[in-house]
């Protein structure tokens, strides 16, 4: 009962198609991929402060043992 097959995600696609129309679909798509190249963005910079603090740490206990 619960599976659902190849026929069942097609017409539910068609429904979708038809529920919000071609540009709609195709709007939240766009919206959705800037959503995650801002948050893979999002990551990276604070990855790279991340290294940047750790970095400027450790030249600062150096600097101090000596």
Known sequence: MGNIG???III???LVVILFGKGKIS???GDL???I???KKGMSDDKSSEDD???SNSDNSNSENK
């Open 6 to 8: 190849w026929t069942g």
């Open 12 to 14: 539910i696609a068609i």
């Open 27 to 29: 709007s939240i798509m």
């Open 33 to 35: 991929a800037k959503g």
């Open 37 to 39: 190249k801002s948050f």
């Open 53 to 55: 603090n750790s970095n």
